[in-house]
């Protein structure tokens, strides 16, 4: 009987309703989360915030295994309006291959402060090396939940010293991530109150902090604020806007501005299905 439950809570049990679509394993290895991990029987396994999730793609939607359902809904963002984000694409080559390769990977709704010290230590590496760091920081500083560790809290960061943090491989980002999560800490800034700030401001308020430049601020726009117009322009994006301006070349604020104008409404979306094609591509 509990196992006929469980089976009929399954959101693709549900007879006569549209499920949200997503691509799970390109959300997941898209550069915007570094924990996951896939199992071999197609299972992922992580943690929102202190909360364990398993969850696996059937059919193109999600089945969660373990875990509430309503934080898996919340944190794959299953509300976003894939068809409309789709419609406003731009009809440009470049982004319509994009879309084709990328259907279904959603923006993930992230845990504010794991965000933003996950893109604070982000500066010049690659993929590989941010998810290293992320596992070496929470296994030293983070809390245990069942066989895995949280994200740890900007009170646990602001309490350890740079020496530390640099063991876990952050090297000269560990002087930021202690100065930003020590203000967190002592109250001089409050992510969540954040929220109702417009997002020129946000934005503002974010470059303000240590280790945080208009990169790393947009990216925490985009996927802890849910700012879906904002650009996270890194050296991929870069290379894509020259591609798209004809080989012009422009300062970086000259390409925000070109990013606002020719990527539409939901230009973070598009930003990255662009981003994952070209890593796709390059490999």
């Known amino acids: 009987m509990p196992e006929e439950r469980n089976q009929e809570q399954r959101p693709q049990k ?5 499920l949200p679509r997503i691509a799970l ?3 997941l290895r898209s550069g915007q989360v570094f924990h996951w991990d896939k199992q071999a029987d197609g299972l992922w396994v992580g943690l929102v915030g202190d909360v364990p999730l398993a969850v696996r793609e059937v059919g193109g939607t999600l089945r969660v295994e373990e875990g ?4 898996a809904q919340k944190y794959f963002a299953l509300d976003h309006p894939l068809d409309a984000i789709y419609e406003a694409f731009p009809k440009d080559p470049m982004s319509c291959e994009a879309l084709e390769m990328c259907r279904g990977l959603r923006i993930i709704r992230q845990p504010r402060w794991e965000c933003l010290a996950t ?3 982000s500066s010049m590496k690659q993929v590989a090396h941010i998810r290293a760091m992320s596992l070496a920081l929470r296994a030293m500083f983070g809390s245990p939940v069942g066989d895995r560790f949280a994200y740890p809290a900007a009170a646990a960061l602001a309490s350890a010293d740079e020496a530390s943090l640099r063991e876990c491989g952050l090297g000269y980002r560990a002087a930021n991530l202690l100065a930003t999560s020590r203000r967190l800490d002592a109250g001089t800034i409050d992510l969540e109150a954040l929220a109702e700030l417009p997002t020129d401001e946000l934005r503002r308020v974010l470059t303000g902090l240590p ?3 208009v990169k790393v ?3 925490v726009l985009l996927f802890a604020y849910e700012r879906l117009d904002a650009v996270p322009i890194d050296v991929w994006i870069h290379r894509v806007l020259l591609a798209m301006r004809g080989g012009r070349g ?4 000259q390409l925000a501005r070109y990013a606002g104008r020719r990527l539409g409404p939901y230009a973070g979306y598009v930003q ?3 981003f994952h094609r070209a890593r796709l591509s390059a490999k």
């Open 14 to 18: 549900r007879a006569g309703k549209r």
């Open 25 to 27: 394993a390109l959300t």
């Open 68 to 71: 509430p359902e309503a934080v």
């Open 119 to 121: 893109f604070i230590t």
């Open 211 to 213: 280790g945080v430049g």
């Open 217 to 219: 601020a947009n990216c």
């Open 250 to 253: 422009g300062t970086p604020a």
């Open 272 to 274: 990255q299905y662009l």
